[in-house]
């Protein structure tokens, strides 16, 4: 992909990301403060019912009072009957006007369509003069309680102590209150479940204009529950929910609530005599408002959109087009050799100036590294040509001292003949392959051939001992690894007080590697100093020209890495002991050495 296109891609991605940041906390802003609003207005609605449902209870309850303590209406019920017969029509008679004189004197109730019904205790004589037989049910507001014994509404009412049975009519058309009447005029005996049950009803219909039942949004409405969580009334607004249905409202100010699978913001309140009022609104309601708000808004998002791509457009071709200048300008170049760049003609912010400033100078540099490479190419060149030219100096004095060697032994000039033919050995074992790998009995024979030489020279006393261990011919070795060792102890252990030495030699296998040690019984060193020297640390050491130490150490690491190396230890006081370590199987096979 392009960096223009990827610019672009960013930048739309930027711009759409603050977008939808922006759009959903505005959503969720305007869902919460519509939310609040809601609530706010039903508590509020919520409030001033449950004042309106305080005065139509008092209302009421001041109807049951005057029941109670209406001395006409205990002395009728406390009557005989079936003594005279027109008697009786007359208790009848001022039995239902006293009913109905007590309910005209409560305007509020009677202005609202309120009706009372007087289900007389079976007990009371009088409850005979309103059997069905004898009453007419439209007409008449008492009855015999004996009608109504087994109905659901008449047993709660007798059960309750105190308070009113809530229910709604069998045609749902009224809402319904049902309570044990007592009478504090009556002289008859007294009675457990009192003179009878007082039922008023109130047309559904009036609830509205008695309450002040107004939505707040296009679906919310109200439910009216008892104190067994059974709706009681609804207003038209949920006509969905069942009616029968119990619901378990929490009696808290505001909630979200699910019925039937969907959720409602519910604000509910508990009123007089058990009763709940409850406000719900459909969330979806709350939705579909934050929908309206939103699509101004929306819109104007989307038009930020086009623009913002619009701008991408143009940004990312800002952006881009340096980079693709200077890539195109980089593309170009086939061979860095005689190429001159022009920093100046790229155009575009600094960081890109920078980098093609940057590119210009390591043109140079390569440029620069290439000469030095094809300076030292061709010096190594002539360096191997002068190599190859100095090798016939060293073939030349081999034959010369065979040719010596050979004049010697005519002459029967044996020990000049043995030291020509150890130097000719020594010339022959260096010129030929020093990288090579050999044994440790190849490496002892050139030793060997070095000693010869040193004692016939020094006349000192030099002996070499091999110690028990590996075979020598079973160990092998990089060439020239034992012979700088063995030099040291030579030039360095030997004093005057003590003309000659012994070097010993031992291998040995410890842990799958070999090791390899060579002491002697010079004077011996500080081990500590020559490690120090291995590891080019500046120490106070005389360094002598030739193979050395650190070529061996240096040779060693080369070829085995971690598991190849030099190193020095002290023992019985300043003895020196040099420990080398090679893997077991080397990488390369070994060689016998045969000129």
């Known amino acids: 992909m392009s960096i223009k296109k990827r610019t672009f891609l960013i930048i739309c991605c930027i ?129 015999s309680g004996a009608t109504v014994a087994n109905e659901d509404w008449y047993q709660a009412a007798l059960s309750r102590r105190s308070g009113q049975h809530i229910f709604l009519s069998e045609d749902q058309t009224r809402l319904c209150f049902a309570c044990r009447l007592q009478s504090s005029t009556f002289t008859g005996a007294h009675l457990q479940n009192g003179v009878g049950v007082l039922r008023g009803s109130l047309p559904v219909t009036q609830l509205p204009h008695l309450l002040s039942l107004v939505p707040v949004t296009q679906n919310s409405g109200f439910l009216l529950l008892n104190d067994q969580g059974t709706q009681v009334y609804r207003s038209p607004n949920l006509s969905d929910l069942a009616i029968t249905e119990t619901l378990l409202i929490p009696n808290s100010v505001s909630s979200l609530l699910e019925i039937e699978g969907e959720r409602y913001l519910c604000t509910s309140q508990e009123l007089q005599w058990g009763l709940q009022l409850v406000f719900l609104t459909p969330y979806q309601d709350i939705i579909t408002q934050v929908r309206a708000m939103m699509s101004p808004y929306l819109l104007c998002s989307i038009a930020f959109v086009v ?77 191997e040509l002068r190599a190859l030219q100095a090798q016939i100096n060293p073939h030349f004095m081999l034959n010369a001292m065979n040719a010596v060697n050979y004049m010697a032994l005519e002459r029967e000039e044996d020990d000049i003949a043995a030291t020509v033919d150890s130097i000719a050995s020594l010339m022959r074992y260096s010129i030929t392959e020093p990288d090579r790998m050999v044994t440790i009995a190849t490496e002892l024979d050139n030793i060997r051939e070095y000693i010869a030489v040193y004692v016939l020279r020094f006349g000192q006393d030099i002996r070499l001992e091999i110690l028990p261990g590996l075979p020598p011919s079973q160990v092998v070795i990089p060439k020239f690894t034992l012979q700088p060792l063995v030099e040291n102890s030579i030039r360095h252990g030997i004093t005057r007080q003590e003309p000659g030495i012994t070097i010993r030699i031992s291998a040995r296998e410890e842990n799958g590697m070999h090791i390899i040690e060579v002491t002697d019984t010079g004077c011996g060193a500080d081990a500590e100093l020559l490690n120090a020297y291995l590891d080019y640390q500046d120490v106070p050491l005389k360094v002598t020209h030739g193979f050395g130490i650190r070529n061996v150490n240096e040779r060693l690491m080369l070829r085995f890495g971690d598991q190849g190396g030099l190193k020095y230890f002290n023992y019985d006081g300043q003895r020196l002991l040099a420990r080398i370590t090679l893997p077991k199987n080397p990488d390369s096979p070994p060689s016998c050495f045969a000129e």
């Open 15 to 143: 711009i759409s990301a603050i977008l939808l940041t922006l759009n959903g906390a505005t959503y969720l802003l305007f869902r919460c403060s519509i939310s609040r609003q809601l609530i706010a207005s039903q508590e509020a609605v919520i409030e001033a019912n449950v004042r309106l449902s305080g005065i139509f209870t008092q209302a009421v309850d001041q109807l049951v009072y005057q029941y109670t303590s209406d001395q006409q209406l205990g002395e009728l019920l406390s009557r005989k009957i079936g003594q005279d017969e027109l008697q009786d029509l007359n208790t009848k008679f001022n039995l239902n006007s006293r009913l109905s004189y007590q309910l005209n004197a409560v305007a509020l109730l009677l202005n609202n369509g309120f009706k009372t019904e007087l289900f007389v205790n079976p007990e009371l004589e009088v409850s005979q003069l309103f059997l069905p037989s004898s009453t007419i049910p439209n007409v008449s507001r008492v009855f």
């Open 307 to 383: 623009l913002g791509i619009l701008l991408s457009l143009v940004l990312s071709a800002s952006i881009s087009r340096p980079v693709v200048q200077l890539t195109k300008k980089i593309e170009a170049i086939h061979d860095p050799r005689g190429v001159q760049w022009d920093a100046s003609s790229i155009r575009g912010p600094r960081e890109i100036q920078q980098l093609s400033r940057s590119f210009g100078s390591l043109i140079d540099r390569v440029n620069t590294l290439i000469q030095e490479l094809t300076a030292k190419e061709n010096m190594r060149r002539e360096s």
